[in-house]
């Protein structure tokens, strides 16, 4: 098995995060520890060959991303240090404006996604990641491990938030697109967003997505049965919430139907977003999967048949990330 990864994510350390308490910064969870923690888990186990991402440049982000979009992420001022918009827009209402500061609010969601001066290095290098792997797929390997950090299925055409800044998976899944029609099954925690917007209108991808009812977890504003594609795509996008502490058996019965979907859908070859972040453990998630689960999760995934890439998403327990993404792989395997 082909493990794409870079440690150009070491560049992007986020290290507070605000969440809405307005007297404390916390941590931020979405830490370079992550993606370590994965790569020496797998590395110990001797999971996986290793190999560095072909490199991508910023033209590359626009066969999903709009121009101006990915410009203003990649280039910020030099010596602008840590940045983040003070004020969102309300595009309905908004004309887009010219300082980068205020730009950054016309094009974020959110105030848990700062912009460093090397994030840019991270966000292409993460890019790029699943680019490589989504490329190994089409010469044939699978399944594929696309090891990405920063994460990026609630980046959306032209918006980014929720640790992410462009969309990795929807990258890969456009360039997968080469051999004909390809499925995106998200399985973090939080509903992909991004990802689905990217591909509302399209009947060549087909999306499918298991995560915490939006109603009372992030990202709060889509992941709802009733979104179910429009135009072209209108049956083409799945969405399938669950309560808060959904275990296993309720857990793996959603995935089950999501697989039918991607089933009937006939795809050539599958992205499966990964995130972890619904294991029990996890501290930012609220679902109650077990290790084990994981493992089972990759088994019904496999016995669709079709070629596999898998995207790291979420997942913000260090001590445990590792042992969640080796037991899918093994299951997928
Ligand atoms: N203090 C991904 O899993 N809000 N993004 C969490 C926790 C944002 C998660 C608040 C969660 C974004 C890729
Ligand atoms: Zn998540």
Do not use: W
Request: hydrophobic share 35%; net charge negative.
């Amino acid at each position: 098995m082909h493990v794409i990864y870079t440690n150009e994510h070491n560049l992007h350390a986020p290290p507070l995060e605000y969440d809405g308490d307005l007297n404390r910064m916390k941590a931020h969870p979405e830490r370079p520890e992550r993606a370590n923690a994965i790569a020496d888990a797998l590395r110990s186990e001797g999971v996986g060959t290793f190999k560095d991402p072909t490199p991508i440049e910023e033209r590359d982000l626009h066969t999903v991303h709009d121009g101006a979009f990915v410009s203003l992420l990649l280039s910020l001022p030099d010596g602008a240090g840590a940045m983040g918009p003070d004020s969102f827009a309300l595009r309905r209402l908004a004309q887009k404006p010219r300082g980068p500061k205020s730009l950054l609010g016309y094009y974020c969601f959110d105030a848990q996604t700062p912009v460093y001066p090397d994030s840019p290095h991270a966000i292409l290098g993460s890019a790029a990641t699943a680019c490589t792997g989504a490329t190994d797929v089409l010469a044939g390997h699978t399944p594929v491990y696309a090891l990405c950090r920063p994460p990026g299925h609630h980046a959306g055409r032209d918006y980014y938030g929720g640790y992410c800044y462009v969309n990795n998976a929807a990258l890969a899944a456009r360039r997968i697109e080469a051999a004909g029609r390809v499925a995106v099954l998200d399985v973090d925690y939080h509903h992909g967003n991004g990802t689905q917007d990217v591909f509302y209108t399209s009947n060549s991808v087909y999306f499918a997505s298991v995560h915490a009812d939006p109603n009372v977890a992030y990202p709060f504003f889509s992941g709802y049965p009733d979104e179910t594609g429009a135009e072209a795509g209108e049956g083409c996008t799945a969405n399938y919430p669950l309560p808060l502490g959904t275990r296993d058996e309720e857990y793996l019965a959603a995935l089950d139907r999501a697989l039918s979907g991607i089933a009937r859908f006939d795809p050539a070859a599958l992205v499966c977003s990964l995130g972890t972040d619904a294991y029990e453990g996890d501290p930012v998630g609220k679902l109650s999967v077990s290790e084990a689960c994981f493992r089972e999760m990759g088994r019904r995934i496999a016995s669709l048949g079709r070629p596999v890439l898998v995207v790291q998403e979420g997942g913000y327990d260090v001590h445990t990330i590792g042992r969640c993404v080796l037991r899918f792989l093994e299951g997928l395997s």
